[in-house]
Structure formats: structure tokens, C-alpha cells
């Protein structure tokens, strides 16, 4: 088997890998529904009745875990797509996308976001780059343990690269697992929130190899977090021709 051959065999492998997490997820997430109206139901028809406070805290943790559960299910449709949808070359302006991305995000009223160094508008595969940085804003705003926190958001320019940096003042990371974070459903969170389920990073750097780019974070306990990637002036990688999603399940 020959270079070309071998690679058109991974890509194949690659795509149907792809379609097989995109069918079980979607099949997994018809019981999920069923769980979550079931436990609904049940907490509906205890309330009536004098019940143990213990016996209501066990039920709003099954919620809780189902809720997460079916927050899993969406990120790993999302991941395993990332080489199939929003492959359309578009006009990206910086300052514009970052009004988008914070009028769709839960900030807190004494939180800053600021972008410095502007940049003229590019061609690019702009949902995804908006995807990336709205993942890593969304991502220093749920792990900063403080209300006015300051996120900057800064972009300088190589001959071939955009060199993006995401930073803020935040709680850090520990070295000790600064190397774990950007795996997926890795997360320093606790499972009270049950949409905090650690597929942000992971989904950023998808994103960014996904176009021959690069990512990286600088952190320390108690000084903040940097994360940095690169995104070419030309797309490097080999786009694959988007489809349709696949109907099984339905």
C-alpha cells in the first residue's frame, strides 16, 4: 500500500469512527430522556407525601447525573464531527466575533473581557475559529474563583500563522495535571454543575490541529491561565466533504 493509499484508508477509518459515536450517542439519548421524565414524574408524585429530605436529595442526584450524562452525549457528537460541518470559507473580523461570543456567554457583572492588539478581517473557516475562542472564554470565566475576574484576549501576526492568546487572572493550573486538560471530559470542576463536563479545551484543540494549527497553555497555581494557539493564513488540513448526518435512530 502506497503513501496515498494509506492515507485514504485512515480517512476512511476516520469517518466511519466518526458515524459510529454519531449513531450511539444518538441512540443513547432516547433512554437518558426517558430517565430524566421518569424521575420528574416520580418527585412529582412524592411531593404530595411526607417523605426523608435524604430520599429527595438521592432522586435530585439522579437528575443531576442524568443531566450530565446528556451534556456528555452532545460534546462527543460535537467532537467526533469537528472534520465535517462549518467548512465554509468566511470574512472573520476579531472585534466583531468577540461581541457575538460574550453576548452568548454567562458573565459576571464585575468580569472584563478586552481585546487588545486588533487585526483586519481574514477569510477563514470562521465558525470554527469563533468556536474555539468561545470554548476557551467560556472555559476562564466557569474556573476563575472570582467575580471580577479580567480575561484579555490578544492576536499578533507571522508571515504564515495568527497567534492567538487567551489569558486571565484566574486560579491557575496545577503543574501536576496541566497535561490532562486537554483531554476530554477532564475537568477540575465538581459534578454540582452537571453542564461543567471538561470538553472545552479538548474541543479547542481539536479544532485548531484540525486546521494545521497548534495549541499550548502557560499556568501556575495562583497566576492566572495562558492559553495560546496558532491558526494558519491558510488552512493546512484536508477539509473532508461535509455530509449528511445519519438518520438511524430516529
Known amino acids: ?36 421524565n421518569l424521575s420528574q414524574w416520580i ?33 462527543l457528537r460535537t467532537y467526533s464531527r469537528v472534520s465535517r460541518y462549518d467548512l465554509v470559507l468566511e470574512s472573520f473580523d476579531l472585534e466583531k466575533e468577540l461581541r457575538q461570543i ?14 487588545h492588539q486588533q487585526i483586519p478581517a481574514f477569510r477563514t473557516y470562521r465558525q470554527k475559529l469563533s468556536m ?16 471580577d475576574g479580567h480575561i484579555i484576549v490578544d492576536v499578533l501576526t507571522t508571515e504564515e500563522d495568527y497567534i492567538f492568546q487567551v489569558r486571565d487572572d484566574g486560579p491557575g493550573i496545577p503543574k501536576t495535571i496541566q497535561d490532562k486538560v486537554f ?36 499556568s501556575r497555581a495562583g497566576k492566572g491561565t495562558h492559553v495560546i494557539f496558532s491558526w494558519p493564513k491558510t488552512i493546512r488540513s484536508r477539509a473532508v466533504v461535509p455530509v449528511t448526518a445519519p438518520t438511524a435512530g430516529y
Open 1 to 36: 500500500m502506497n503513501q496515498k493509499e494509506c492515507l485514504q484508508s485512515i480517512e476512511s477509518l476516520q469517518r466511519e469512527f466518526e458515524e459510529y459515536v454519531y449513531i450511539v450517542s444518538h441512540d443513547l439519548k432516547a433512554p437518558l430522556r426517558a430517565i430524566a
Open 43 to 75: 418527585m412529582e408524585d412524592l411531593s404530595a407525601l411526607s417523605i426523608p429530605e435524604e430520599t429527595i436529595q438521592h432522586i435530585s442526584l439522579l437528575q443531576k447525573r442524568v443531566e450530565r450524562l446528556q451534556h456528555m452525549i452532545n460534546a
Open 102 to 115: 460574550t453576548s452568548t456567554l454567562t458573565i459576571p457583572a464585575a468580569t472584563t473581557i478586552n481585546g
Open 132 to 147: 474555539v475562542l468561545h470554548a476557551l472564554l467560556d472555559n476562564a470565566i466557569k474556573h476563575h474563583h472570582r467575580d
Open 183 to 218: 483531554n476530554i471530559f477532564y475537568s477540575q470542576a465538581s459534578d454540582e454543575d452537571p453542564s461543567t463536563i471538561g470538553s472545552g479545551l479538548s474541543f479547542a484543540r481539536k479544532i485548531v490541529e484540525f486546521v494545521g494549527g497548534n495549541i499550548r497553555l502557560c
